[in-house]
């Protein structure tokens, strides 16, 4: 199919570029460098047809000169309309934009599908690691039945500063703020919900289901203390920022939270502002990729990545998503940090409360002496209600001299 207005298979292949920030410019500087090499590879030849900014281009003037759009804006407007209206009128689109796909991401898919055109969107979800190919293609065959995520590389930067350091969150941060780690205002990061939005677009992938933002609860890492990484070290357990999406039963859960995991699992090993992903499918064990999950130029390269596979034609398109249950109250395994009164019975009684709900407990450690008592557990894995119906009476104890710390731990490793 040759979009009105197209040049057809044969001269350059017309890209309109939507924004030119970090990105965008980026990604132009990039495709100018490249096209010689893609037009040997690939037979055409790439270039910038026009560019929309706040100030500069006019958007149906744009799209009439384009074979394809790529949407560096961010945001959902008026990025969302323009992308639609380039699909309508049959050209493919290559976004980098998380918060479109886990908004937007039925219309998207739909539209794509409709007018058969090609929605790419790889550098939406960590930067330049290749998480959405694989996923989409190399995997098409394999039953995924779990991703867990490094999505976020502000948050793995300051849960790495804390492990590395002693230090607290707030100079982690601040740390992160001063090498550019982290943006001034850091709470789309720092409260899991930008790794919320890359879950539900991983999720959608990998279990061919319309998963959006909302279905995702998250959880960030500003309540995380320099004594939860310390004591955790103590039980061979590292803290990160984990998106987990799995199939259980007949429904599927996507969540977001910190969590221990132990050194035999991949994800436990990615330091600083990288990303990873892991996906589990019986057909495979599990693969891991990992990489600079932001960037200006890493994510450009992501973006004309994906521009060079939409001039290789045929189109490849999402399949309809189906429909499954999401699950919200999920089995997990826990650590619990409780500051409590120095004297006999205590680990007795918490140990009870635990017991009469379930909770079995796989490693204790006791700390420190008098007013700086404090028990640190992990749990086996249970079903996070009968956790949490325990945490309440054990946080009514009266030798229990602050509210329980809470996070999760991911028990798999892969040795
Ligand atoms: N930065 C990264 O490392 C990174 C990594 C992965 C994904 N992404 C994604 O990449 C996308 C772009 O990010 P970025 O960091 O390059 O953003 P950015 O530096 O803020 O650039 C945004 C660009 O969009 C233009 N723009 C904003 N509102 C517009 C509007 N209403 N109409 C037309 N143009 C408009 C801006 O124009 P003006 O120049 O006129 O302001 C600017 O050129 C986002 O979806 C982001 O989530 C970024």
Same mark, same amino acid.
């Given at each position: 199919?040759?979009?009105?207005?197209?040049?057809?298979?044969?001269?350059?292949?017309?890209?309109?570029?939507?924004? $030119?920030?970090?990105?965008?410019?980026?990604?132009?500087?990039?495709?100018?460098?490249?096209?010689?090499?893609?037009?040997?590879?690939?037979?055409?030849?790439?270039?910038?047809? *026009?560019?929309?900014?706040?100030?500069? *281009?006019?958007?149906?003037?744009?799209?009439?000169?384009?074979?394809?759009?790529?949407?560096?804006?961010?945001?959902?407007?008026?990025?969302?309309? &323009?992308?639609?209206?380039?699909?309508?009128? *049959?050209? $493919?689109?290559?976004?980098?934009? !998380?918060?479109?796909?886990?908004? $937007?991401?039925?219309?998207?898919?739909?539209?794509?599908?409709?007018?058969?055109?090609?929605?790419?969107?790889?550098?939406?979800?960590?930067?330049?690691?290749?998480?959405?190919?694989?996923?989409?293609?190399?995997?098409?065959?394999?039953?995924?039945?779990?991703?867990?995520?490094?999505?976020?590389?502000?948050?793995?930067?300051?849960? +790495?500063?804390?492990?590395?350091?002693?230090?607290?969150?707030?100079?982690?941060?601040?740390?992160?703020?001063?090498?550019?780690?982290?943006?001034?205002?850091?709470?789309?990061?720092?409260?899991?919900?930008?790794?919320?939005?890359?879950?539900?677009?991983?999720?959608?992938?990998?279990?061919?289901?319309?998963?959006?933002?909302?279905?995702?609860?998250?959880?960030?890492?500003?309540?995380?203390?320099?004594?939860?990484?310390?004591?955790?070290?103590?039980?061979?357990?590292?803290?990160?920022?984990?998106?987990?999406?799995?199939?259980?039963? *007949?429904?599927?859960?996507?969540?977001? &939270?910190?969590?221990?995991? &132990?050194?035999?699992?991949?994800?436990?090993?990615?330091?600083?502002?990288?990303?990873?992903?892991?996906?589990?499918?019986?057909?495979? +064990?599990?693969? +891991?990729?990992?990489?600079?999950?932001?960037?200006?130029?890493?994510?450009?390269?992501?973006?004309?990545?994906?521009?060079?596979?939409?001039?290789?034609?045929?189109?490849?398109?999402?399949?309809?998503?189906?429909?499954?249950?999401?699950?919200?109250?999920?089995?997990?395994?826990? &650590?619990?940090?409780?500051?409590?009164?120095?004297?006999?019975?205590?680990?007795?009684?918490?140990?009870?409360?635990?017991?009469?709900?379930?909770?079995?407990? !796989?490693?204790?450690?006791? !700390?420190?002496?008098?007013?700086?008592?404090?028990?640190?557990?992990?749990?086996?894995?249970?079903?996070?209600?009968?956790?949490?119906?325990?945490?309440?009476?054990?946080?009514?104890?009266?030798?229990?001299?602050?509210?329980?710390?809470?996070?999760?731990?991911?028990?798999?490793?892969?040795?």
């Amino acid at each position: 199919m040759t979009p009105e207005g197209s040049s057809g298979e044969s001269g350059p292949f017309r890209v309109g570029l939507l924004g $030119h920030g970090t990105v965008g410019a980026a990604f132009h500087e990039l495709l100018e460098a490249r096209a010689d090499a893609i037009e040997q590879g690939v037979g055409r030849r790439p270039e910038i047809s *026009g560019v929309l900014t706040r100030s500069r *281009g006019q958007f149906d003037d744009l799209l009439e000169r384009s074979d394809l759009i790529v949407e560096l804006i961010g945001g959902t407007e008026p990025a969302l309309d &323009y992308v639609l209206r380039a699909m309508r009128a *049959g050209r $493919h689109v290559v976004t980098a934009n !998380k918060q479109l796909l886990s908004q $937007h991401g039925d219309e998207l898919y739909a539209t794509a599908y409709e007018h058969q055109v090609q929605l790419r969107f790889e550098a939406a979800v960590a930067g330049v690691v290749p998480a959405i190919r694989v996923m989409a293609e190399t995997l098409a065959a394999a039953h995924i039945e779990r991703v867990h995520g490094i999505v976020n590389g502000t948050t793995n930067f300051i849960l +790495t500063a804390m492990e590395e350091t002693g230090a607290s969150y707030e100079d982690a941060l601040a740390e992160a703020q001063r090498l550019g780690f982290a943006e001034a205002d850091p709470s789309e990061d720092v409260t899991g919900k930008d790794a919320a939005a890359k879950m539900a677009i991983l999720a959608r992938l990998a279990f061919g289901a319309p998963v959006g933002l909302e279905q995702v609860p998250y959880e960030g890492i500003e309540r995380v203390t320099p004594e939860d990484i310390e004591y955790a070290k103590d039980l061979g357990l590292s803290l990160k920022l984990v998106g987990r999406a799995e199939r259980i039963g *007949g429904g599927i859960a996507v969540h977001v &939270y910190p969590a221990f995991l &132990y050194g035999g699992h991949p994800l436990a090993s990615v330091r600083g502002s990288f990303n990873a992903v892991t996906i589990e499918s019986p057909a495979i +064990t599990e693969i +891991t990729l990992s990489g600079p999950g932001a960037g200006g130029t890493q994510t450009a390269s992501a973006v004309l990545g994906d521009v060079i596979s939409a001039m290789i034609p045929p189109p490849t398109l999402p399949p309809p998503a189906v429909e499954q249950e999401i699950v919200m109250d999920v089995e997990s395994a826990f &650590y619990l940090h409780l500051e409590v009164a120095d004297r006999p019975g205590v680990l007795a009684q918490v140990a009870e409360i635990l017991g009469l709900q379930g909770v079995s407990i !796989k490693s204790v450690v006791q !700390k420190g002496l008098g007013d700086d008592a404090r028990l640190v557990m992990v749990m086996h894995p249970v079903l996070e209600s009968k956790f949490r119906a325990a945490i309440d009476l054990i946080a009514r104890l009266d030798f229990v001299r602050s509210s329980p710390r809470v996070i999760r731990v991911i028990e798999e490793v892969f040795e």
